[in-house]
């Protein structure tokens, strides 16, 4: 059985935080450009790229690389 848990990492990233969150929500395989000693590579593995439903597979290096399936839910984005 895998572990279940919350993980969290700080990343310098020099850019607006829409341009991120556009990044992270909505093309999520560019973050192994953004940050390639951290993200080795992101892979879609059932549906398409930045849609709710949509299965994720990340490949990251935190200690040692790591592979870990994820799946995109709703969000409320609130406009400030």
């Known amino acids: ?35 390639p000693g951290k993200v080795q590579k992101v ?5 398409d790229w930045g849609n709710v439903g949509s299965v994720i597979e990340w490949s990251y290096v935190i200690g040692k690389p790591t592979l870990t399936p994820h799946h995109l839910y709703p969000l409320n984005i609130m406009k400030w």
């Open 43 to 47: 892979d879609l593995h059932e549906g």
């Open 1 to 35: 059985m895998g572990l279940v848990g919350k993980l969290e990492a700080e990343i310098l990233i020099l850019a607006p935080a829409d341009k991120f969150h556009e990044v992270w929500g909505g093309r999520p395989h560019h973050m192994s450009s953004v940050s």
